[in-house]
């Protein structure tokens, strides 16, 4: 039955049947609904582009979708350096049901994150933080749990003696064990990678638990493991930080369920170690991380936020945080030593004029070692590990610039267009650590490096970190010629940019210095000149 003008009269209508009411009321009901749906629309968008003037410029995209090209693009260094040409150095868009920011460039990086940095040290609320990593510990979390937490670390790596002599020794017990690996290689093609993340997470458990594993213990293998899917998956997850709705579908398409069982997998493995930790805990003998949580556990000092769970998730946290991070340093420097011959040479001979008698190498070392410095600070410039840090938000609605990053947009701190901005560097792509030295050799490290971030929630394993790569360095340095693997294929700079950028695979020799050279080995003159030349022509 069609509908007439006069059905829209109304139900009162004497002359209208049941079976004309209910399709009248159904046709009134759905032409109520649509008129509803198309006002919402329309005031949302009216609203949308009301407040995206107000908000740091960019591009809006579709209505409710927002700007999904950001989703496609291979390489977001490069989307966003393009977008900071268009609209400036704080750009935003909207991506579902969020906005954006990012903050590019040295200046305005300060503005936000030093100057009005208080507004902008929690994490986003959304999928990444509150479900993978639940919220909790330090990494994750937000208030008085992030600011009790952070607090506890940074005294406790403080009080461990991290960056001190006594630590370095705890360091150079790993590296006994990495270079018994490197030596069994016999100068055959070899991949450090998987060495390099067992050697640095045995560091960060002797931190937490006061232990450290063999290379070949399957439980601790098959735990990296997991470490490792979880990172190289979890990227894939980032899409329901903003399309929340998405995680209800069947199946695992974006991986979020595999993630969580991973996240879950970690935990229990670690509840495992924690309990053992707990058994024999002795107030009166701290020597560990974990041993110094129970201990303000016990002692109920200020802290009101510390429990089993939070201690769980602050464990984890150190793993990934110190683990992922340094390990890709490691690997992306051996790639440039590889690469870049001359340094690699000129460290040597800055390592055998300090250590004549092959000391063991040792962080108290580093002033009289400029060039080393000079080379880790270069790399950590060039390889730019964590090029968009860790995603923040805004607890109150902020003006910077004239222009309002609103309470809970998600911001994100981009690293890289720092790192390889021409203004602050001139030949950023070039790999050349002479840039921190001055006419006398001395270091000259200017504020905008900032590989461990700016500001209150600046990553509080810098000291460690700095102390493992270049006792890492030296150590390896001292011992071994690092060369191309055969045929003189050299080791790529291309990676994956996901929460870290990532070298790919790849293979090289260590050649022992102390023992001849393998018969079949090319001289390290011939396979340098190679490197040089390949420089060159296969930039970054
Ligand atoms: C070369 C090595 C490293 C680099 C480049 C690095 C870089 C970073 C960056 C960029 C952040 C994010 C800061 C932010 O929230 O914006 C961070 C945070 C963090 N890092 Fe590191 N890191 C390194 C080593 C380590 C080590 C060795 C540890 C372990 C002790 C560690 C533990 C953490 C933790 C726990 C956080 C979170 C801090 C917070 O949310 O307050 N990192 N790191």
Redesign the pocket.
């Known amino acids: 039955m069609s509908s007439t003008p006069n059905d829209e009269t109304g139900p009162d209508s004497s002359t209208t049947t049941t079976a004309t009411s209910a399709t009248f009321l159904g046709l009134h009901m759905s032409s109520v609904l649509m008129l509803a749906a198309i006002l919402a629309i329309t005031l949302h968008l009216v609203r949308q582009m009301h407040l995206s003037r107000e908000y740091p410029p960019g591009p809006r995209g579709f209505p409710f979708l927002g700007y999904l090209y950001v989703l496609g693009s291979p390489d977001k260094r490069k989307l966003f350096a393009e977008l900071r040409d268009q609209h400036g150095d704080i750009f935003s868009f909207n991506l579902g049901c969020r906005l954006v920011v990012v903050v590019n460039g040295f200046e305005a990086m300060k503005q936000v994150?030093v100057q009005q940095g208080n507004s902008f040290l929690d994490?986003p609320q959304v999928f990444t933080f509150t479900h993978v990593g639940q919220g909790k510990g330090?990494?994750?979390?937000s208030g008085e749990v992030?600011k009790e937490h952070?607090k506890f670390?940074l005294n406790t790596?403080r009080s461990l003696g991290i960056g001190k002599s006594s630590f370095a020794e705890k360091v150079q017990e790993e590296l006994t064990a990495f270079c018994n690996i490197l030596d069994n290689t016999e100068s055959r093609d070899f991949d450090p990678g998987n060495a390099i993340q067992t050697a640095?997470a045995n560091i960060?458990c002797s931190?937490a638990f006061g232990t450290r594993f063999d290379y070949d213990d399957p439980m601790f293998v098959r735990f990296l493991q997991i470490f490792d899917e979880n990172m190289s998956i979890s990227g894939g997850t980032a899409l329901l930080n903003f399309f929340p709705v998405l995680q209800h579908m069947p199946g695992d398409m974006f991986k979020s369920r595999r993630v969580l069982k991973n996240v879950e997998y970690v935990q229990s493995y670690l509840r495992t170690w924690l309990d053992n930790a707990k058994k024999r805990f002795d107030r009166e003998n701290v020597n560990d991380l974990i041993d110094s949580y129970f201990k303000e556990m016990e002692e109920k000092n200020s802290n009101k936020t510390f429990s089993y769970d939070q201690l769980l998730k602050l464990v984890g946290?150190?793993l990934v945080?110190?683990?992922e991070?340094?390990g890709?340093?490691l690997r992306w420097v051996i790639i440039f030593l590889v690469r870049w011959p001359h340094v690699q040479r000129k460290l040597r001979q800055e390592i055998d004029t300090v250590y004549p008698e092959k000391e063991t190498p040792t962080v108290q070392d580093r002033r009289r070692m400029p060039y080393m410095e000079a080379t880790i600070l270069e790399s950590?410039r060039f390889a730019d590990?964590?090029p968009f840090?860790?995603t923040?938000t805004a607890s109150e609605d902020v003006e910077v610039g004239g222009k309002v990053i609103p309470k809970g947009s998600i911001i994100i701190?981009n690293?890289h267009s720092v790192h390889h901005d021409p203004e602050l560097w001139g030949d950023h792509d070039d790999f050349r650590p002479e840039r921190f030295l001055d006419a006398n050799g001395e270091i000259v490290r200017p504020d905008y490096l900032i590989?461990?971030?700016m500001?209150k929630?600046?990553?509080?394993?810098?000291g460690?970190?700095?102390m493992?790569?270049f006792q890492f360095i030296a150590t390896i340095l001292q011992r071994y010629e690092i060369r191309s693997a055969g045929k003189g294929s050299l080791p790529g700079l291309k990676g994956h940019v996901g929460i870290t950028f990532t070298p790919f695979p790849y293979n090289v020799r260590f050649v022992r210095r102390d023992l001849p050279p393998p018969e079949e080995e090319e001289e390290e003159g011939e396979g340098a000149e190679k490197a040089e030349e390949s420089n060159k022509s296969d930039k970054k």
């Open positions: 994150f994490r330090l990494v994750n979390s992030w952070r670390t790596l640095i960060i931190i946290d150190l945080g110190g683990t991070t340094t890709t340093t950590q590990i964590a840090s860790v923040h701190p690293i590989p461990f971030f500001g929630r600046s990553c509080p394993g810098e460690l970190a700095r493992e790569l």
